[in-house]
């Protein structure tokens, strides 16, 4: 696979891009995570989702331990280069590492004064039987 697709690709100062993952049905955002140029050209090269974990500075192929896996429809680069948009099918429905559909399951309501995070989406498998 040709690198040249990468020249258009803009990496911050630590190599790394926010990478949205985005469930290729419904819309729904899932996930956001990083990618660096290894994770992204794995990406496009195998279709399914492989970012870069800063916590453990190494590779991170998406469902490694989990089994929910991402696999990917669509890789798209935002009008700047600087982030990257994935469709995707989301294997056991399940993104976040909290048991959850989405890692954005958490909505801001009331006046700004008295607002207050409000949980709208239930754990749909409990994290301890996900990871060992």
């Not at 870069?52 to 680069?77: A, F, M, N, P, T």
């Not at 989405?102 to 006046?111: H, K, M, P």
Request: aromatic fraction near 8%; charge should be negative; proline fraction near 2%.
């Amino acid at each position: 696979m040709s690198s040249n697709w990468l020249d258009a690709v803009a990496f911050d100062a630590d190599g790394l891009l926010p990478a949205i993952a985005q469930d290729h049905r419904t819309g729904r955002v899932l996930m956001v995570a990083w990618m660096n140029a290894d994770a992204l050209t794995e990406t496009a090269a195998t279709r399914r989702a492989v970012y870069w974990s800063r916590s453990r500075q190494r590779l991170w192929r998406k469902g490694e331990e989990s089994g929910h896996q991402q696999i990917v429809h669509d890789i798209r680069l935002d009008c700047d280069g600087d982030v990257i948009l994935l469709t995707v099918e989301q294997k056991g429905g399940i993104a976040c590492h909290t048991g959850r559909e989405s890692c954005f399951f958490r909505r801001l309501d009331g006046a700004a004064d008295q607002a207050e995070w409000v949980v709208t989406d239930p754990v749909l498998k409990d994290p301890k039987q996900i990871y060992k």
